[in-house]
């Protein structure tokens, strides 16, 4: 078997004395989509960070493509292709649209920066309409478009996406969901994603895992959670899809 | 209802509001106005000495200004809601078009500036003095405006500076355009210095520990005496030259050289030049490297910290970059004060001076370099201009001194910015790359963000 993309091992993190994860491990193959559901705070976005090196992981380990990455600093993290939506979209809100996507590409070769921009307007027109618009003032929906733009603007070998579908319509998420499977159709984006709209996140994925309380206690592929009595009851609302 | 009972109905809140704001003032004035302690010169020390017209006058400037104001704002009611659209003036200013129109008007009056036929050697003091304050401002706005790192010791250094230049010409004899450098670099480093501890913290702690820096520098120069002289500080430091030529009435003086009449206004109209250089030269370097991804960093992470580092930002060293640049620049103006003066002493670079520096920064608008030179002759021009309003002692009395109102002008000028222009006089920020078309979008229109 090739070795996978992003390899947690065993990852245990801290919050002060508070244990968050126990022995965490997660696959994420080239070219997958990958989802982590999850409730409130089971730990989701807590995993996210420590895949980032922004709250490390105190045991265990996390390997990208072969390297430990666990003790490095976050920007060469992101430097070495992993790209991250963080929750709560923190785009920059006093910043254009065209800037935000800029700050994207920071750490990319600049000759790419004009084919990348017309990919990402491409894929979310609204984004080339609104770019000299001060990115505080777009929707919550256009936000988040601009968030995975800038996310992609980094040309990501893995995205991470945390709770892309936070706040918005139904049919807006959607939309982005749809958007995520295009990109991994047409490009094979890996994508790591967080959700709670588990129904979405785990139609979208070739493979779901489940977290509670900070540890894993399902895991499997899509369809197969999706049918599971236990995801069922817990985050489809007990009616079996 | 007749004409006559609606006005009244209108006219009555207003009245209302305006007594019950002149009551409010009278409690405020009571104390400051009303009541002056003086010495009785006898055994006894201090009476109360009543001043019942100041308060009166006091009382009734709010009563009236009350009215006044509650009568423009009914005017404009109905057209707009409080929103504070900004000002035809402060739109002009924010728009580049006008910026690059007004930056070289006021560039040609600054260069012609000392060859008015009003420029005496007063208002040529208070020239530099205002433009060495616009250069601490450009200087502090990378670091509090750009990259949102409040700074309240930007004045240790202007110190580090100034002290640089005045050591190291008295100890090893280094000419001015030698000693700038050096004390750039000097700034700089104390301002990484600053920064290595500071990484972590944010707003108000923030705040805390750069206040304390500034302290820290300051009581050092005043206690390390063998070294910076203490609170005597270090005089007679070497006057900068004309390359070579020094301003005096020797043969090989500047004067002599060129066949002048010797003046002691040359060496000040000299010293004009050279700290307008040095303000064009901040205004430029700063002015590109906002525009280079570097200075787009430092907004960024003035925006959001968390988001710069998942972009693969190293926040540590653009933080302490902006802290190591903004310093230089307090390093170079401080380098030509003690350059100017030919004296330092720790005196010269207390709070009060980061006060204003950082008032000028946020009155003017945290991103605008125009903001800045507007707002130091506000702040600068406005203090001396308090001086010359002598004739108010016809009314106030003899032993009133305007120049004593001035932290409370400060303060109310604060004020009111908070009020009306919370985002300083030009609030604009122009995108710094266009794709298409410009466009700027007023900072007033969208809400409050996060400071």
Redesign the interface.
């Known amino acids: 078997m090739t070795q996978p993309l992003l390899a947690v091992r065993g990852v245990e993190t801290y919050y002060g004395r508070n244990q968050a994860l126990f022995g965490i491990d997660i696959d994420v193959n080239e070219g997958e989509i990958v989802t982590m559901i999850g409730a409130n705070g089971a730990g989701k976005s807590t995993l996210m960070m420590a895949i ?1 090196g ?1 709250n490390r992981a105190v045991r265990g380990s996390v390997m990208f493509d072969g390297k430990p990455i666990h003790e490095m ?3 060469e993290i ?2 070495l292709g992993i790209s ?3 929750e709560g979209r ?7 649209v ?2 935000n996507l ?3 590409a ?2 990319i070769d600049p000759k790419y920066f004009a084919d990348d921009l017309a990919r990402i307007y491409a894929l979310f027109p609204i984004l080339e309409k609104r ?4 990115a ?2 777009l929707s919550g929906g256009e936000q988040q478009m601009l968030a995975i733009g ?1 996310a992609l603007m ?1 040309r990501p070998r893995l995205l991470l996406l945390d709770e892309p579908s936070l706040g918005l319509a139904p049919l807006v998420a959607k939309q982005i969901f749809d958007t995520l499977r295009e990109l991994n159709k047409s490009q094979g984006l890996t994508v790591f994603l967080v959700e709670q709209n588990a129904y979405h996140a785990l139609r979208l994925a070739s493979r779901g895992y489940v977290m509670v309380n900070g540890r894993i206690t399902l895991s499997g592929t899509g369809s197969d959670l999706l049918n599971h009595p236990e995801v069922g009851a817990a985050y489809l609302g007990g009616s079996a899809h | 209802m007749s004409q006559n009972d609606q006005s009244i109905s209108k006219v009555l809140p207003i009245l209302k509001r305006s007594v019950v704001a002149t009551f409010i003032a009278f409690f405020l004035f009571l104390p400051t106005l009303g009541i002056k302690t003086a010495a009785s010169g006898g055994v006894d020390g201090l009476f109360l000495q009543y001043r019942w017209p100041l308060l009166a006058i006091g009382c009734g400037l709010v009563f009236f200004g009350r009215i006044a104001y509650e009568l423009m704002s009914s005017n404009k009611e109905g057209k707009q809601q409080k929103q504070a659209a900004p000002s035809a003036l402060a739109r002009a200013l924010g728009s580049s078009k006008v910026a690059k129109a007004v930056a070289p008007l006021l560039l040609v009056f600054g260069l012609i500036f000392p060859f008015l036929p009003s420029s005496d050697r007063y208002i040529l003091d208070l020239g530099i003095l205002i433009i060495t304050y616009v250069m601490l401002g450009w200087g502090l706005q990378i670091v509090v405006g750009l990259a949102g790192l409040l700074d309240l010791g930007y004045v240790a250094f202007y110190a580090v500076g100034a002290y640089s230049y005045a050591l190291l010409s008295i100890h090893f004899g280094f000419g001015f355009w030698m000693c700038l450098p050096l004390a750039g670099l000097l700034a700089a480093t104390w301002g990484v210095v600053l920064g290595f501890p500071v990484l972590r913290l944010r707003g108000d702690y923030l705040a805390i520990v750069t206040l304390a820096f500034g302290e820290i520098i300051r009581v050092v120069l005043l206690n390390w005496r063998s070294f910076t002289g203490g609170s005597n500080g270090l005089s007679s430091i070497p006057r900068p030259s004309f390359f070579g030529l020094p301003f005096n009435q020797e043969p090989g003086g500047f004067a002599a050289t060129f066949g002048l009449e010797y003046s002691s206004l040359q060496r000040i109209i000299f010293l004009y030049f050279l700290i307008l250089a040095l303000a064009i030269f901040t205004y430029f370097v700063t002015g590109r490297l906002r525009r280079l991804p570097i200075g787009r960093a430092w907004e960024a992470l003035r925006e959001d910290e968390i988001a710069c580092r998942s972009l693969g930002i190293n926040t540590v060293n653009t933080k302490l970059s902006a802290f190591a640049i903004g310093a230089m620049f307090g390093g170079f103006a401080g380098s030509f004060f003690a350059a100017k003066q030919a004296f330092v002493s720790p005196e010269s670079f207390n709070f009060m001076e980061s006060a204003t520096i950082l008032a000028i920064v946020v009155l003017g608008g945290m991103s605008s370099q125009l903001g800045v030179v507007f707002s130091a002759i506000a702040m600068v021009g406005g203090v001396e201009l308090l001086r010359q309003l002598q004739f108010l002692k016809v009314i106030f009395g003899a032993d009133f001194d305007p120049s004593q109102l001035r932290l409370l002008l400060f303060g109310l000028a604060m004020v009111l910015m908070m009020l009306w222009r919370p985002r300083g006089l030009v609030s604009t920020r122009t995108p710094t790359v266009f794709l298409k078309d410009k466009k700027t979008v007023s900072a007033a229109m969208i809400s409050q963000g996060r400071g």
């Open positions: 980032c922004v600093p976050t920007h992101i430097r991250q939506s963080p923190r785009i920059f809100p006093r910043m254009s065209f800037e800029q700050m994207g920071v750490t770019h000299a618009q001060r505080g003032t800038r980094a």
